[in-house]
């Protein structure tokens, strides 16, 4: 396969201006109330007009095109089908992102190549023939972690440069990965449980840049707020003792889904209650940051140079907002339509300037997967 295969027209649509339409991008682009692009602020963004059917609505100085659809060819590559998790790595004058295959048994990694302008130049495979790979996260030795979202799920660490081939981090744990932090920090990576009574653990390898080998711990405490500890999973690749009853004890979470870490905080989102926890790592201590309304499933939380978090709220729609470190939502994209299509796979290009993620609006047609890119101003 060549990397550097040339992506063909009718996969993505060409980007003409503030408005723009395509018959098969099911969506069409526009930037809210046609101004210019803000000043470096997202402070008056939110002011998305209706759209005209199913669309998709911007903010005012946003852009946005179709980078890939599934069952379509990218780059040379067939798009895979119910992308999950993904993440942008950098890649000489341009960058990569790579995104899970959220598919049963057949599940794996692609990631598509893009050139200083944007352009895609190649697409491949780092991964294949794993089980529902919908998490993961970037490692910052610029790995990837690709999560099973299963009963007895793996993680497996991948080079998005498609030079080495994919190794299982056994010593992770063998339970349903929600969503993976690092924290260099105290160089631990944190982890989440995709259960409805979900653990939240905490991975502290031997050596830090080698997740071969290390101590797994689940954290320990009432079901309120206030101080947690830390203890010890005995046995994290049991053959038959799940790794989430091993430790008496457990806090439990509602569903938990991805997680992020900065300035001591890892936060990470609970579709069961629609909330974001927030663990202060110095302190060890648990509060909830951001309170959704508990119709709604809120999942994908993605960091980047904007030093903030996007939430995707599903509702009667979809919406994508900037939650602040102080906790203020501002949306930037609203999607209706299709049910509402679940937003997976959120990551910013190095730079801060664009934003990938996926919709998987269901229906059991692949093809209503789409992998988007929105361009604007995303830093407070």
């Not at 997680?259 to 629609?274: E, M, N």
């Not at 909830?288 to 993605?302: C, F, K, T, V, Y």
Request: contains cysteine; negative net charge.
């Amino acid at each position: 396969m060549s990397r550097h295969t040339s992506v063909r027209p009718e996969a993505i649509p060409v980007l003409t201006g503030p408005l723009w339409s395509s018959a098969s991008a099911e969506a069409t682009f526009r930037t809210g109330g046609g101004g210019p692009a803000l000043p470096g602020s997202l402070s008056r963004c939110g002011d998305l007009e209706p759209p005209d059917g199913d669309a998709i609505t911007l903010a005012r100085g946003f852009t946005g095109r179709v980078v890939g659809r599934s069952g379509q060819r990218v780059g040379g590559l067939t798009w895979h089908a119910e992308p999950g998790a993904g993440a942008c790595f950098p890649d000489g004058d341009g960058w990569i992102y790579v995104s899970n295959s959220d598919v049963p048994l057949l599940g794996g990694v692609s990631a598509i190549r893009f050139g200083p302008d944007g352009a895609v130049r190649s697409a491949y495979r780092i991964l294949s023939g794993t089980d529902r790979n919908r998490t993961g996260e970037a490692t910052p030795w610029d790995t990837w972690l690709s999560c099973e979202e299963t009963s007895r799920g793996r993680i497996f660490e991948c080079d998005p440069y498609g030079e080495h081939a994919a190794m299982p981090r056994l010593a992770m744990g063998l339970f349903r990965h929600a969503g993976a932090a690092f924290d260099p920090s105290r160089t631990a990576v944190y982890l989440t449980e995709g259960e409805r009574d979900g653990c939240f653990y905490r991975f502290r390898p031997e050596d830090w840049g080698d997740l071969t080998t290390g101590v797994l711990e689940v954290m320990v405490g009432g079901p309120g707020l206030g101080p947690v500890t830390w203890r010890r999973v005995p046995n994290p690749a049991a053959l038959f003792e799940p790794t989430r009853e091993q430790v008496e004890g457990a806090k439990r979470f509602a569903g938990s889904g991805d997680c992020h870490y900065s300035g001591g905080l890892c936060r990470f989102a609970t579709a069961g209650d629609g909330r974001v926890w927030a663990y202060d790592a110095e302190n060890e201590q648990i509060t909830i940051l951001h309170n959704a309304d508990p119709r709604s499933d809120m999942d994908g939380l993605a960091a980047g140079r904007v030093r903030a978090l996007v939430i995707a709220e599903h509702g009667d729609g979809t919406e994508m907002a900037i939650l602040g470190e102080d906790g203020a939502r501002t949306p930037f994209l609203r999607i209706l339509g299709h049910g509402g299509p679940e937003v997976t796979g959120p990551a910013f290009s190095p730079d801060g300037a664009r934003l990938y993620f996926s919709a998987r609006h269901g229906g059991g047609s692949s093809a209503a997967d789409v992998t988007y890119e929105i361009t604007g101003r995303f830093r407070r």
